[in-house]
């Protein structure tokens, strides 16, 4: 003989002052959050890397005597493939998420 056994899942509710609070703290700190995330990608060094990287690929796949045009795109499919934060952060609408406080 099979027992039904019925369980109550009791819910939390979190106040809507709460919720505002949590919304206006993440309204300031993720657009700082993103800044310094872009700064420290997006830096004099990085970029020093980023070209050192594209170079490198360049001159390796060129001494391999590839055809131009292959070299060519390999390399800019490298390069693009180093970007890829920046990519897709481009596709991200924050704003338009979050929404307007009043």
Do not use: C, H, W
């Not at 390796?60 to 390999?74: I, N």
């Amino acid at each position: 003989m099979d027992k039904e056994i019925e369980i109550e899942k009791k819910r939390e509710e979190i106040p809507v002052e709460d919720l505002k609070e949590l919304f206006a703290v993440i309204n300031q700190q993720v657009p700082d959050l993103i800044k310094n995330l872009f700064a420290s990608l997006y830096d004099a060094e990085t970029a020093e890397q980023y070209a050192k990287g594209i170079a490198t690929i360049y001159k390796t796949l060129k001494e391999q005597g590839l055809p131009d045009e292959m070299v060519e795109k390999l390399t800019m499919k490298y390069a693009n493939s180093m970007d890829v934060i920046g990519k897709a952060m481009e596709n991200i609408d924050i704003k338009g998420k979050i929404g307007d406080e009043d």
